[in-house]
């Protein structure tokens, strides 16, 4: 089974997992060893899952303007979790190709791997969520038509970055391709960096 395989199908169980109670303060409970990529997969597409179904809530039309802004920092805090987690994952590639010699014409590429992986995970969302578009009974057969066509689309896609990532971890093993990541360095977090929060002091 090829890594992303494997990531699909952990993706699909958070997801599953989720919508057994589908609310967003449920807790997680994540059935892999701590210190497995297995657990961080895991990981990340809960909190992808549930910051989907926060951008949701938040763009309720009627929304209290309070709890729009309780849920936006919420949301906030959710990306900045996302963005460490996925230099997590990098750490793990990086220590699996760390033995690797580079070949002399060895290329670098234009995102991390764990980049690549949050992109599939996004995607596992736009599934599942499309294909309950498909399966409504309350709506009519033009928007389930619609629904099946940007669903199609989206297993073509998930099936071919599948495919660039397997291709990519390849690449890092035989030397094709050397592996260089740079942290994300956000600022806006940082009350040291953003002049909002440090010109407060």
């Excluded at 699996?96 to 002399?104: E, G, I, M, N």
């Amino acid at each position: 089974m090829s890594f992303t395989e494997h990531a699909n199908r952990i993706f699909q169980q958070a997801i599953r997992d989720y919508h057994l109670t589908d609310h967003v303060d449920t807790a997680i409970q994540n059935p892999y060893d701590r210190n497995s990529i297995d657990f961080q997969l895991y990981l990340k597409c809960w909190i992808d899952t549930v910051q989907w179904h926060l951008e949701d809530i938040i763009r309720d039309p009627h929304i209290n303007p309070q709890e729009a802004l309780s849920l936006k920092r919420r949301i906030d805090h959710s990306n900045q979790d996302r963005t460490d987690l996925v230099e997590e994952i990098d750490t793990y590639f990086r220590k699996q190709y760390s033995d690797v010699k580079a070949q002399p014409d060895a290329r670098l590429n234009t995102e991390s791997p764990a980049w690549a992986i949050d992109r599939l995970s996004i995607l596992a969302l736009k599934i599942w969520h499309m294909q309950e578009q498909v399966d409504r009974k309350d709506t009519d057969e033009e928007h389930r038509k619609r629904c099946a066509a940007k669903l199609s689309v989206l297993l073509e896609q998930r099936t071919d970055l599948s495919t660039a990532i397997d291709q990519l971890l390849d690449d890092y093993q035989e030397g094709r391709k050397v592996m260089k990541v740079y942290r994300q360095m956000k600022m806006y977090n940082d009350p040291t960096t953003n002049p909002v929060l440090y010109g407060k002091k």
